[in-house]
């Protein structure tokens, strides 16, 4: 039997209702835009550049429980048929059997093929998430420093959404119970779309200074499934109204549209939630709407059998695409057309199985809420927080503990390679306080009679040089400060073209700090992930432009270094992560300089020689000999950190080569001569 034909057997848990006798009636058109909203994140997860803002799916979801959940206590208030204990046994009934196992089985693999600190943090994931608190956990734990676990490899992230749902489960009817005697007056309705509003703004408002939470807790998510709870609201209590057939058409269009628009033009670079998050929820809001009434081709589209199929399955899915995707990336890194193919069969396939033989059975079951909650709730997430606490108890290691061996290969690995932020005298940072710029620490090569009138300035990208500024430093004597903000541009104009949404603030509240500072310094050494700032504005070169020939203007030299090659394909943890993940190929094969980072490469060597009191040099000849960039030298030593950074002893060790060779690049012994 197909799918959405046993859904219409066994009645599934969507009403429609009828403009005279509102009942539980099924809606295939809900389940077909639950595909949309599946299809899109999933598809969006193995590939951002299919849908760049595909994660708007999981906001198309929290206007569907909005909507189907404030319609079923609205309708059950009105007919006083309303249990609160009904109500929850409901809920545990649809969402705890198939999320179980989900946070088990992750917790289980992450224990055997994560390197310890990340299977620990999945083991603390997954018993938040058996809280209804997963959302929280992100909010407050979630590593978001440069060199951070990719949140692509944490594979119950994505739980952060039920979280939300459960959370606003749990409080809704509450509050719909306790307002029940004035839900007939109009001042309810307006009550709740004030709410909505002031949730939607709320997003925007705090993004800047607390994007976590507003990605990932209720009060800025509200809004969107505020919009469904007052769709249902309209729809219960306009019986008599219905929109002609042409408006019902053009609305359900519209809503299609709405939808397509934000798949196609958001990005996660975008702030979001916030007023952005309107379209596509209201899109939603639309095509519920005006399948309540009737239907349309938009509505006919969305309730084809295969569309059905997949909403139908569209919990599973989510649930299981996630823990999929991310621990496969957690070792191969790159979802390629194959793997990412494979990839969504298994997970139809497994969201089949769960929706067919765990979903289906135990949702129509009739056991009493006691039992319920006791057989279906208590016992199971009891028995998964207890694996969660032995995990977070071994730190991680699992049976891994045991091994004398794993942990002493794991402790050499670890110390060989280490972060420029590492380094007491790196001083990379967020933000970028006044006291920062005092710090005697940042002072690489640091001796009285020197003078200190050079500073070495930009984000990461400029961190990884300082070991060659550190050499030839060394070579011709003199002093240099460094200080750098991670992924924040060297520019002195509006941000918002070039930096994450996340990253805007501190960017806008260090970079007076440090064009303030660039004053008291007649040298001047600037780097920066070019290429990154580039890709996201093809204005980026232009503005950072116009800030050099400002510094230059004030009598400062200023030198550029360009990008270094990027290889993509380098994991830096792949030889750590080999020990215990299967079929793991660590090898890097050389690849050849990277065409965009040779492009800005020359705009910025042919702008500095346009230029008065600005001067350029790479050094992607050491990098890349014959054309061939590798991710170890000749001898076997790690040039690299991680795929864009170089590792700060090879940074040194490359100084040293080009201070031997008598190479040092003019651009730093003419300004640099202590003689001049």
């Known amino acids: 039997m197909k799918l959405y034909e046993l859904r219409r057997l066994k009645e599934g848990s969507q009403m429609r209702s009828k403009p005279m006798n509102p009942g539980p009636t099924y809606r295939p058109d809900i389940d077909g835009l639950r595909a949309v909203a599946v299809l899109s994140v999933i598809l969006y997860h193995l590939n951002e550049s299919i849908i760049p803002g595909g994660f708007v799916g999981v906001d198309i979801f929290f206007v569907i429980s909005g909507y189907l959940i404030t319609f079923q206590v609205l309708r059950d208030l009105e007919s006083n ?70 949140s692509h490899e944490k594979p119950l992230l994505h739980l952060w959404s039920l979280g939300v ?56 998510r509200a809004g969107e499934l505020l919009l469904g709870g007052i769709l249902a609201y309209y729809l219960l209590n306009n019986q008599q109204q219905k929109p002609c057939q042409k408006t019902i058409y053009c609305l359900s269009g519209l809503g299609i549209g709405l939808i397509i628009i934000s798949l196609i033009t958001l990005s996660e670079n975008d702030t979001f ?38 909403g139908l399955i569209s919990y599973s899915a989510y649930l299981w695409h996630w823990p999929i995707i991310a621990f496969y990336r957690y070792g191969f890194t790159h979802i390629g057309f194959i793997s990412g193919s494979a990839i969504f069969i298994i997970t139809m396939l497994i969201a089949y199985i769960s929706f067919r033989f ?100 930009g984000d990461s990208n400029a961190a990884h040089y300082i070991g060659v500024i550190g050499a030839f430093a060394r070579d011709q004597g003199f002093s240099f400060r460094n200080l750098q903000i991670g992924s924040c541009p060297p520019v002195h104009s509006d941000l918002s073209s070039f930096v994450d949404a996340r990253r805007l603030e501190d960017c806008r509240q260090s970079l007076p700090v440090i064009f303030e500072t660039l004053d008291q310094y007649k040298n001047i050494i600037v780097s920066a992930s070019w290429t990154s700032y580039q890709s996201k504005s093809p204005d980026f070169i232009e503005s950072f432009f116009q800030t050099a020939k400002m510094i230059a203007s004030k009598e400062k030299n200023l030198v550029i270094i360009g990008k270094a090659p990027i290889i993509h394909s380098f994991d830096r943890l792949c030889r750590e992560k080999s020990i215990s993940y299967p079929f793991l190929n660590c090898d890097t094969s050389p690849v050849t300089l990277d065409e965009k980072v040779a492009e800005i490469n020359k705009k910025l060597e042919d702008f500095a020689l346009q230029n008065k009191n600005i001067s350029y040099f790479d050094i992607n000849e050491h990098l890349c000999p014959h054309g061939v960039c590798d991710v170890r030298d000749p001898r076997g030593n790690l040039i690299y950190f991680d795929a864009h950074h170089l590792a700060m002893d090879a940074s040194w060790r490359i100084g040293d080569v080009i201070v031997a060779s008598k190479k040092i690049p003019a651009a730093i012994s003419d300004i640099l001569d202590p003689t001049q």
């Open 273 to 310: 939630p916030g007023f952005r998050a309107i379209p596509p929820t209201l899109g939603a809001t639309l095509i519920i709407f005006s399948g309540h009434y009737g239907t349309s081709p938009a509505l006919s589209l969305l309730s084809a059998p295969v569309m059905v199929s997949i």
């Open 358 to 457: 765990v979903e289906t059975p135990l949702r129509h079951s009739n056991k009493s809420f006691f039992k319920v909650l006791l057989s279906y709730f208590l016992i199971p997430t009891c028995a998964t927080a207890v694996l969660a606490v032995v995990a977070m108890k071994l730190d991680g290691y699992g049976l891994r503990a045991l091994s004398e061996e794993y942990q002493v290969n794991l402790e050499a690995l670890r110390d060989e390679n280490r972060p420029a932020y590492h380094y007491d005298y790196v001083c990379q940072t967020l933000l970028v306080k006044k006291d920062d710029t005092n710090n005697l620490d940042c002072v690489v090569n640091n001796h009285e009679e020197l003078d200190l009138d050079t500073i070495l300035w």
């Open 165 to 220: 749902e459960e959370q606003f489960y749990i409080i809704w009817p509450v509050v719909l119970l306790f307002l029940s005697s004035f839900m007939k007056s109009r001042l309810f309705l307006y009550a709740l779309g004030f709410t909505a509003i002031l949730s939607f703004a709320a997003g925007d408002i705090l993004f800047s200074d607390h994007p976590s939470f507003v990605y990932y807790m209720l009060p800025t």
């Open 81 to 150: 048929r309303f249990s609160l204990l009904e109500f929850y046994r409901r809920r545990i009934k649809r969402i705890v059997p198939a999320l179980l196992p989900v946070i088990f089985i992750s917790i289980i693999v992450s224990q055997i093929i994560f390197l310890p600190q990340d299977a620990e943090k999945v083991a603390e994931s997954g018993l938040w998430s058996l809280l209804s608190l997963a959302n929280v956990y992100f909010w407050i734990f979630e590593d978001t420093s440069y060199f951070a676990a990719a």
